[in-house]
Structures are given as structure tokens and as C-alpha cells.
């Protein structure tokens, strides 16, 4: 079985200031890792994700295999980034496939303050 | 809005009712997976279908069902309904199911049971 979990409810920052969203899996196989965004009355949006090593938004996540961590950063807050952010895992089922579900953590809800 | 639809945005009814969600995958898609987004437990996979036929089962209740039409459009099922099934149910789709296809979300329709 896999989980997600991400141990902050809540973060508030400062417009500016750095921040990091924590993500931790556990899975005994190779994962997918995901980070979605939920805005304000609006519908979940995938941000970034770990194959494709981009940066959107300015937000960047590395997988760390060995810490089972999928943490995400931004090195300056901007008031716009005020969301829910979930990371999400997508996993091989036995055959080596995926049929494509996606398991949440619980989401961290960030407010950026001017 | 070429996107995922769901309809209804909000549905208001009574325990012990049976209600159903409608949702509409985006052109060309034929997976379609509904999540449910509660306070307490989160957003989580209920189940998968693609191209018609169930392809994953996550969470699901005995009391809900869902089925796909041969038009790719899907209905989430929900009866004998109780307090707590009182939630936002999400619907995403995909263009195949398999690993690498990102999910679009729908906006989800917001259940309310008094």
C-alpha cells in the first residue's frame, strides 16, 4: 500500500521569504510523485511533477528516494501563491503498470502575507 | 470549456436519499476517476473507469456505484446516504489511464446531506 503524508496543516510566510512544502511517501515500489494546487473556489490544477524536472510558478520539488521525500520549494513567497497545495503519488501496480490512481496527502494549506 | 464538467455544482438533500453526479471528461479522454474531499479524510480515490469498464476500485462505499456510457461520460451513484458522505466529490480524466497521463480535474460538485 501507499501513503502520502504531508505534517503541515498550515504554513504562513512572509511575500519574499523562502518556502517549503514537506511530502512524504511511503511505497515499496517506483512512484510517481505529483504536486497539485487548489486555489481559492477553483479546481485542482497539477503544478509540477517529478519526471518532468521543470519549474512552474517558480516552484521546484526533487524526489529524494532515500528520504522518501518529495518536498516542495520556492525561493520567494509571492502573495498569489496563497492555495492548498497536495502532493499526490501514482504507483505500479504489480504488472508494471499503472491504471493511473493518484493518493493524496492531506494537503497544506499556504498563506502568504504582503 | 473544452475541460472536465461536472454537474451539479451543489446538491443539498437528505440522509437516507439517493443522489447522482454527473461528470463529463474532456474531449478525447477515456479514463475517468472520481475523488472524494472530505475535512476529515482528505482527498481520496474512489474509483476508475476506462473506456467504459471499471479499471480500479480505491475506497468506495457498498452504498455508491459508478458506471461510464459508451458516450465517456460518467455518473458517481450515491444512496442511502448519511451525514457523513457530506463532501466534495471530484472527477478528473485522462487520455488513456496509464502511467504518464496527467489528470485534469473538474470542479467538483459539492454534496451536502442534512
Known amino acids: 500500500a501507499q501513503r502520502v503524508t504531508q505534517p503541515e496543516k498550515l504554513l504562513s510566510v512572509f511575500k519574499g521569504a523562502p518556502v517549503e512544502l514537506k511530502c512524504n511517501y511511503s511505497y515499496s515500489g517506483s512512484p510517481e510523485l505529483f504536486w497539485y494546487v487548489q486555489y481559492s473556489r477553483q479546481r485542482l490544477q497539477l503544478l509540477l511533477r517529478h519526471i518532468s524536472r521543470e519549474s512552474i510558478k517558480g516552484f521546484t520539488a526533487d524526489l529524494n528516494k532515500g528520504e522518501t521525500s518529495f518536498h516542495l520549494k520556492k525561493p520567494f513567497a509571492q502573495e498569489e501563491d496563497s492555495a492548498m497545495y497536495y502532493c499526490?503519488?501514482?504507483?505500479?501496480?504489480?504488472?508494471?503498470?499503472?491504471?493511473?490512481?493518484?493518493?493524496f496527502g492531506q494537503g497544506t494549506i499556504l498563506t502568504v502575507h504582503p | 470549456d473544452s475541460g472536465v464538467t461536472q454537474t451539479p455544482k451543489h446538491l443539498i438533500t437528505a440522509t437516507g436519499q439517493r443522489v447522482t453526479l454527473r461528470c463529463s471528461p474532456r474531449s478525447g479522454d477515456l479514463s475517468v476517476y472520481w475523488y472524494q474531499q472530505s475535512l476529515d479524510q482528505g482527498l481520496q480515490f474512489l474509483i476508475q473507469y476506462y473506456n467504459g469498464e471499471e479499471r480500479a476500485k480505491g475506497n468506495i462505499l457498498e452504498r455508491f456505484s459508478a458506471q461510464q456510457f459508451p458516450d465517456l461520460h460518467s455518473e458517481l451513484n450515491l444512496s442511502s446516504l448519511e451525514l457523513g458522505d457530506s463532501a466534495l466529490y471530484f472527477c478528473?480524466?485522462?487520455?488513456?489511464?496509464?502511467?504518464?497521463?496527467?489528470?485534469?480535474f473538474g470542479p467538483g460538485t459539492r454534496l451536502t446531506v442534512t
Open positions: 478528473a480524466s485522462s487520455r488513456s489511464g496509464r502511467l504518464g497521463d496527467e489528470q485534469y
Open positions: 499526490a503519488l501514482r504507483a505500479r501496480n504489480a504488472g508494471g503498470t499503472s491504471y493511473g490512481k493518484l493518493t
